[in-house]
């Protein structure tokens, strides 16, 4: 039996977001923003509600499921009211209403079956609903790097850190197009956000000692429309 609430506060000796996950969820929010469908909208997995507060500007009717009963708390407190809030897991999670959008940030990869959790999903989009999914890409050159450091064994392989904060796969846009196959869903867009040579931590110094700037980020943005596989995050936009 997992606990969600503890693998929420296990890193407490080392940073689970960075500075630089901000910027790739501000041009995350750029590229997700055009295929955002009007009417309910729904959250799978808020963390602690960083791209929640992202979404609440766009989405009214905004539902929100978390596993981690403490993570949900820290999410709350920060957005409005009227939001809807439910601590459950996807696979416990019921209910009869259909949802025009449906976000999985950064969430796929802890789930313990991905195509079952999908699969589930797929029945809680609305006729011409859109999934959207966003996940960490194994094959940045930054995670490749850090196999020839020795630092991981493979760029697919979950470190313990990882795994006590609930990943329980890595994925790149192979094995993420197989999973949403898998499941019947249909892709309608797909594609990388920041090409990253860099660590997070690695790219948290470089930005604060003004070694990059604004003009560097939209330039690795831009980089990464063309070589999306070599990109700090992959995402998928799906459809029934």
Known sequence: MRNFNKEAT?????????DFDGIVRKYMMVELKPFF??????EIGCYKGDSTVELEKY???LTVIEASSDAMAVTQSRTRKNIKFINSTIEDFSTARKFNSVFLINTLEHLDDAVLALSKIKHLLSENGRLFIVVPNADAP???IAVFMGLIETRNSITKSEWAHGHRRTYS?????????T?????LHRGGLLFKGLANFQMDKALHANIIDEKY???IYELGKIYPSFCSSIYSICTL
């Open 59 to 61: 989405f009214s009717d």
């Open 10 to 18: 296990s890193l407490k000796n080392k940073k689970y977001n960075y």
């Open 173 to 181: 846009f192979d094995t993420l197009n197989f999973d949403i196959r």
């Open 37 to 42: 469908a009007e009417g309910p909208a729904l």
């Open 142 to 144: 930054s995670r490749q």
């Open 183 to 187: 499941a019947n869903l249909k892709t």
């Open 217 to 219: 980020l939209d330039g």
